[in-house]
């Protein structure tokens, strides 16, 4: 081969690798759009995680699907590995989001948007341009979806009542009905002379203000305490 033809062949390889890396680098500005995006949404609602934590995973995901896609040309390396290891390491990261608070646990649908906005950053870097825009819109369509206040997509709330009663027939049962509960909790028994005084605790899904557990206990003298300890 003459030095000329080289040299066309050299200059030639270089502009594949430009255009490449062209096209990338607009993968990953459109990565940082969408992240932004995201995020945003999510910052409007106050959640753990927001603009920054969003935008960056989205461009990191798209910088290391890059570098996958055209960092590894000509080389017997398996190119799907990096991309592999992107899903895992950001699950890391989403673990790292979600915490308890009492006996409550905050933080998986965050941590399920951070891992599907990696997903966006990938695709992103993949080239799918349009596919991760519509994924974009898509996500952000379910986000606001699920969080209107109708029936069907509301919380289920549940609530922890404390209770302490004399049970000489049937007033264990009494107490099921009024509380529309099947069984009691953390419940222990205790015999004072010919009474047996029950202390359980009631796990309902009926919120029952201070007026109306005053008034139960009024109607039925058997019960001893009645208290409200949703944190327990």
């Not at 910052?43 to 960056?56: C, D, Q, V």
């Not at 461009?59 to 592999?84: N, P, Q, T």
Request: some cysteine; glycine content about 10%; aromatic content about 10%.
């Amino acid at each position: 081969m003459s030095m000329f033809n080289l040299l066309s062949a050299t200059e030639f390889y270089n502009v594949g690798i430009i255009d490449k890396e062209w096209q990338g680098l607009i993968g990953v500005l459109l990565a940082v759009v969408l992240g932004f995006a995201i995020g945003f949404e999510r910052k409007l609602r106050f959640k753990e995680a927001g603009i920054r934590t969003h935008t960056i995973v989205c461009f990191g995901a798209a910088i290391m699907m890059v570098v996958s896609k055209y960092g590894f040309d000509g080389l017997e390396a398996d190119v799907s590995r990096v991309a592999a290891q992107i899903v895992s390491g950001v699950g890391f990261l989403g673990a790292g989001i979600i915490m308890f608070r009492g006996q409550k646990m905050h933080g998986l649908t965050t941590a399920a948007g951070v891992w599907a906005t990696a997903g966006i950053g990938m695709a992103c870097g993949a080239g799918m341009y349009i596919f991760a825009t519509g994924g974009t819109v898509i996500l952000i369509f379910i986000q606001c979806l699920l969080h209107l206040n109708i029936k069907p997509f509301r919380a289920k709330q549940h609530y922890k009542i404390k209770i302490s009663f004399i049970n000489t027939t049937n007033e264990s049962l009494v107490i099921k009905q009024i509380f529309e509960v099947k069984n009691f909790n953390s419940l222990t028994i205790e015999r004072t002379g010919d009474k047996l005084l029950y202390h359980a605790m009631l796990n309902t899904d009926k919120e029952y203000s201070s007026q109306v557990l005053n008034k139960i206990m009024e109607t039925h003298t058997f019960i001893l305490t009645l208290e409200r300890c949703d944190d327990v």
